[in-house]
């Protein structure tokens, strides 16, 4: 009797944690929701800061539930079931709410993690990073610089050049195939017409 009754505790205390690991409310769903490997066409057009600014209604219809949940509330996705932890391509990794480039592949390693990982951003100027306080840690939050979006975090046991490890959920991410593209020539003025009238 009592070998039962420690049986179904223990049990108890497996179903805790998992429902932990998953790192969702009780509200969310359990669904498995993978983000595409490719780029969308219709990512929010920056404003004239070059920052993407969208009310959480806005992103709401844009993104499906999970997305919205990683990016938009700094949620977790569970270990393993992302659609980019063991992706391997060449190309870029880009932002699932904005499109910004996030991460080369040539960048990416096997942490063992479930989670994509990186050992350093394409640009240092595509993240920002804050301390995240949350589950009685101090840890190093990284979201994307133009829409704020929740990526990940970093840690500090990755690979050289850097030693660091991005720790990315894969619903943060989008992939698009091939060479980066080129950075955006600096704005500059229109060029002027020549003048017709003599000095
Ligand atoms: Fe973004």
Known sequence: MKSAVLLVVLVLIGVAFALRGAGASDSESTERIVAPTAARADYPAPGADGKVSM????WRERLNKEEFYVLR??????????????HKGHGTY??????QE???SETKFKS?????????PIAEAAVETT???AWGMARTEVHCSRCGGHLGHIFT??????GLRYC?????LDFVSGEPAPAPAPATSPPKEPSSAGE
């Not at 009310?55 to 806005?58: I, L, R």
């Not at 880009?94 to 499109?99: P, W």
């Open 55 to 58: 009310e959480p209604a806005q």
């Open 73 to 86: 509330e700094q949620g977790t996705e569970r270990a393993f079931t992302g659609d980019l932890w063991d």
């Open 94 to 99: 880009t932002c699932a709410g904005c499109g």
């Open 102 to 104: 996030l991460f080369a």
């Open 112 to 120: 063992g993690t479930g989670w994509p990982s990186y050992y350093e």
């Open 131 to 133: 301390v995240d306080r």
């Open 157 to 162: 046991d990755g690979p050289r050049p850097t």
């Open 168 to 172: 990315i959920n894969s619903v943060s």
